[in-house]
């Protein structure tokens, strides 16, 4: 007959012959107990093959190693691969990140944070929808528990942001487009889901001044996350319509820019910088889909490892320390223009 199953550890520590205290101190820290000891348990272990319920130690404990990092949607493929980022870091470093979404949703994202709640998390690491999270909510969370936000900022709220610096990117976008053809237009949604995407229009305006230049600004109708056929719907009613007046459209993020690609080619329209082109479309934020849309898009890279990497490392600082960061702290890193066929 095999080895009794063991259901927790106090059932592994009264088969090993080993106290419960001792059992659970090994269990914190290995190191912390004798070697002796140590070379026991590990041998018990073995013989028994018991894993520890880490979920239900964590509990336990009065701070516990969970860290939640919420973002708006992991369907969004810019998300996935900034929350692996930061679930990675979170792992490098000692802990067990929980990843949620909120799937677009802004009552989830509140949901997801009062589930939080009941898990005791260490701190929590949350990229908010911004206008559309439940301020009162995110509050509540901020002062109850370490909290950094990434990716997108809500004033005064939480110990530390980090992103990506609009601005910079934006500007960095348009002194290329200006200088290699047409002025760009500015494609963007009447009703914005992320403070980016206001940082975005705030920065087109103030960079197309300082280059001598009038703004236009084109604005879609819709709500919501299906960027791609909104970009694609409204995208292609203003392009058949001829209402771009430069042949070049600078669009606020690249899955709107994927969608107005999608109905360029539908109009037959050609995209690129060739002097047999029609249009140059280009986008914001490195989408991974972005290198492999016909033709490639222009666009900007946010770095997404030093956004990750920055505010794991705000939050561990918090908790090594047992304390609040003293003064709100804010740093955005720079974009990298990525240029490709489509401008």
Same mark, same amino acid.
């Given at each position: 007959?095999?080895?009794? $199953?063991?259901?927790?550890?106090?059932?592994?520590?009264?088969?090993?012959?080993?106290?419960?205290?001792?059992?659970?101190?090994?269990?914190?820290?290995?190191?912390?107990?004798?070697?002796?000891?140590?070379?026991?348990?590990?041998?018990?272990?073995? $013989?028994?093959?018991?894993?520890?319920?880490?979920?239900?130690?964590?509990?336990?404990?009065?701070?516990? $190693?969970?860290?939640?990092?919420?973002?708006?949607?992991?369907?969004?493929?810019?998300?996935?691969?900034?929350?692996?980022?930061?679930?990675?870091?979170?792992?490098?470093?000692?802990?067990?990140?929980?990843?949620?979404?909120?799937?677009?949703?802004?009552?989830?994202?509140?949901?997801?944070?009062?589930?939080?709640?009941?898990? $005791?998390?260490?701190?929590?690491? @949350?990229?908010?929808?911004?206008?559309?999270?439940?301020?009162?909510?995110?509050?509540?969370?901020?002062?109850?528990?370490? @909290?950094?936000?990434?990716?997108?900022?809500?004033?005064?709220?939480?110990?530390?942001?980090?992103?990506?610096?609009?601005?910079?990117?934006?500007?960095?976008?348009?002194?290329?487009?200006?200088?290699?053809?047409?002025?760009?237009?500015?494609?963007?949604?009447?009703?914005?889901?992320?403070?980016?995407?206001?940082?975005?229009?705030?920065?087109?305006?103030?960079?197309?001044?300082?280059?001598?230049?009038?703004?236009?600004?084109?604005?879609?109708?819709?709500?919501?996350?299906?960027?791609?056929?909104?970009?694609?719907?409204?995208?292609?009613?203003?392009?058949?319509?001829?209402?771009?007046?430069?042949?070049?459209?600078?669009?606020?993020?690249?899955?709107?820019?994927?969608?107005?690609?999608?109905?360029?080619?539908?109009?037959?329209?050609?995209?690129?910088?060739?002097?047999?082109?029609?249009?140059?479309?280009?986008?914001?934020?490195?989408?991974?889909?972005?290198?492999?849309?016909?033709?490639?898009?222009?666009?900007?890279?946010?770095?997404?490892?030093?956004?990750?990497?920055?505010?794991?490392?705000?939050?561990?600082?918090?908790?090594?320390?047992?304390?609040?960061?003293?003064?709100?702290?804010?740093?955005?890193?720079?974009?990298?223009?990525?240029?490709?066929?489509?401008?």
């Amino acid at each position: 007959m095999g080895q009794p $199953k063991i259901r927790n550890m106090e059932e592994f520590a009264a088969i090993s012959g080993i106290s419960r205290p001792t059992v659970s101190k090994y269990f914190n820290d290995p190191e912390s107990v004798r070697a002796t000891t140590r070379a026991k348990i590990e041998a018990a272990l073995k $013989k028994y093959d018991y894993q520890p319920n880490v979920f239900a130690m964590n509990q336990n404990r009065r701070t516990t $190693k969970n860290i939640g990092v919420v973002v708006p949607n992991l369907a969004d493929p810019f998300f996935s691969e900034i929350g692996r980022r930061v679930e990675l870091a979170c792992i490098k470093a000692g802990y067990s990140p929980i990843l949620l979404s909120s799937h677009g949703s802004a009552d989830m994202e509140r949901d997801n944070l009062n589930s939080l709640r009941s898990l $005791k998390p260490a701190g929590i690491l @949350l990229a908010p929808f911004g206008r559309m999270s439940d301020e009162a909510a995110v509050r509540d969370i901020d002062r109850d528990f370490p @909290l950094v936000l990434f990716d997108a900022n809500m004033s005064g709220i939480g110990q530390a942001f980090a992103g990506t610096d609009n601005a910079q990117s934006v500007d960095l976008m348009v002194e290329y487009l200006c200088r290699s053809g047409e002025p760009p237009c500015f494609f963007e949604m009447k009703t914005p889901t992320n403070p980016n995407a206001n940082k975005r229009h705030q920065a087109y305006v103030e960079s197309m001044e300082r280059h001598g230049q009038v703004p236009r600004i084109f604005q879609a109708d819709g709500e919501g996350w299906n960027f791609e056929e909104i970009g694609s719907t409204e995208g292609g009613r203003l392009l058949s319509s001829r209402a771009f007046s430069t042949n070049t459209v600078l669009c606020s993020n690249d899955r709107l820019a994927i969608g107005m690609l999608s109905a360029a080619y539908g109009l037959g329209l050609c995209v690129g910088h060739g002097a047999d082109c029609d249009l140059r479309i280009a986008g914001h934020d490195d989408h991974p889909f972005s290198r492999f849309t016909c033709p490639p898009l222009t666009t900007i890279a946010q770095d997404y490892e030093a956004i990750a990497n920055h505010a794991v490392s705000e939050l561990f600082g918090m908790l090594e320390n047992d304390e609040r960061l003293s003064d709100r702290t804010e740093t955005t890193f720079e974009g990298r223009l990525v240029m490709r066929d489509s401008a």
